[in-house]
């Protein structure tokens, strides 16, 4: 699987960035000329892997289960969906607006060991789990050494 290292420069510019709009009198919550949706959002996944799979539970409060997708395509994973927001509520009744709304999606390179086409999907309470079985092949073993 690949991780990328997230980076502490970007965080640090758009931290300054919030300082400089506040010490104008610029605050992009309150802006409801803007735009209302927040342009890129990503579910937050763990990644964890056992001696008999690999299992990644990524994070889908209010997503419901039909606006997900998951694919596995040349040993990539792909997990998209969408989450709407409330059709009652109107833009201009929000005070503020910290959660993102739109499309999302995430994908993830995975090892040959995993075997594809057992792959198990499961959604409850807001968390999609999803089981990557490897291949008995890939799975560890114990070597017996013998002695001479």
Known sequence: MTLTK???????????????????????????????????????????EKENEIRIKAELPGVDAKDVAVTVDNN????????????????????????????????FSLPDTVDLGNVRAEYKDGLLTLSLPKKAAAKSRTVEIKAA
């Open 6 to 48: 997230l980076n502490p420069l970007l965080n640090e510019l758009t931290t300054t960035r919030d300082r400089l709009n506040r010490f104008f009198g610029r605050n992009d919550e309150w802006d409801t000329e803007g735009n209302l949706f927040v342009p890129d959002w990503a579910p937050s996944v763990d990644i964890l």
């Open 76 to 107: 990539v994973l792909t997990i998209k969906g969408e989450r709407h927001l409330e059709k009652d509520v109107k833009k201009e009744s929000y005070h503020r607006m910290e959660r993102a709304y739109g499309s999302f999606s995430r994908s």
